[in-house]
């Protein structure tokens, strides 16, 4: 998708700014309502752009005000650019997400609201079952909890934050991370006990199951998978295909790991706790150690800019 920019600068820059703009080959529209905007005041300059264009509108707006309080940018996709006389650049053009984009995103997803921990809650709660069920209502509910909890975001998150070096995002997404998941863990652990009062799971039931084997103790091939799904999330969201994001999410395992960890102390079996931590640990490790080489390869090679907030 191609994007939309809608720019409020003060009158005093807007020629200037206008005349940069319009040198920029990836801007294909360009209009400007002199004093439209109350709040703040200011002109607004509808920027009609494509996605490799994108960080040039905002690094040349961004320096053309004396300080970023004195910018305000809206982004918003736009289906199609219908231009025939600029047909041929636009059919080149590239699939990327600004920084702030993908930070807002990230925000809105592991924001520490009622809606977030209720998911991740059911997340646990779901898992739970899973972890002592039969292999086909297990993968069931292994793919519903990692699709269902929005675990990834929050530890995404503090990936983005030391690649850019903004220590408060880093900051948020540790504090959403450890909250959701303290959710999910106690939730999980709350499930397990329930079905152990009514006699259909116990200690040794779970420490039986193959895929809680498999949790704890991981083959190669399992470690690539969850590897591949880091790097496949971190890839999509920079590449603005948050749609197709669950395939990712399936592929790893921190979901059902962080549930054993829950199932794991209720049952009495801290063995299981501590290897469901293991694993859970492993999985956010594949985050930030594959996710972060490759988001500081965009930022040198692609976007070449610090966020503007």
Known sequence: MHRTLEITVASSVTELLCQQLTAVPEVIGLSVSPGASRKPVGDVLTVHVLNRGADEVLRLARAAVPTANDLSVITSEVASFIAPARQETIEHDKDEAIWEEMESGLRHQGAITANYLLLMALGGLICAVGLVSEPVPQAISFIAAAIIAPGFDPMTKVTLGLVLRRWSVVRHGVTSTLAGYAVLIATAALTMLALTAAGEASGAALAANPEVEHLSHPRLMELLLSGAGALAGVVMLAAYRRS????????????????????GLAVGRPELALEGL?????DWGFIVGLGAPFLWIKQKLVHQRKPIV
């Open 244 to 263: 197709f994001q669950a395939g990712p999410l399936i592929a790893m395992a921190f979901i059902p790991a962080a549930a054993l960890i829950g199932a």
């Open 278 to 282: 293991e694993r859970f640990g492993a």
